[in-house]
């Protein structure tokens, strides 16, 4: 079983940065990709940014000069720093891995980290 464990959450003015971090334990094994999604009330929950063993990224349009993803595929950990905090971006935010090993697919999800951004 894998555990992907979310912190660096809380509460940020406007404008302001945080950076949330995701580390995997368990029978981890190298993700194919990583990624942060988030859903805020009454909301879908929503892809942020993701990244691949590769280092392939792609980011949500609303996100994009603002946050960046970044991974340490020895550590299995995902992180996201997000700058220039908007009110919007308040959120849970999810950590998500995935990938295959002898033939089956996993996916597996954080159990979210709080992100405030008051106005």
């Known amino acids: 079983q894998v555990q992907l464990v979310e912190s660096g959450g809380g509460l940020v003015q406007a404008g302001g940065s945080l950076r949330l971090s995701c580390a995997a334990s368990g029978s981890i094994f190298l993700f194919n990709a990583m990624a942060w999604y988030r859903q805020a009330p009454g909301k879908q929950r929503e892809l942020v940014a993701a990244c691949t063993s590769g280092g392939t990224t792609n980011y949500a349009d609303s996100v994009k000069g603002r946050f960046t993803i970044s991974r340490d595929n020895a550590q299995n950990t995902v992180y996201l720093q997000m700058n220039s905090l908007k009110p919007e971006d308040t959120a849970v935010y999810y950590c998500?891995?995935?990938?295959?090993?002898?033939?089956?697919?996993?996916?597996?999800w954080g159990r979210g980290t709080q992100v405030t951004v008051s106005s």
């Open positions: 998500n891995a995935d990938g295959a090993r002898y033939g089956t697919f996993y996916n597996y």
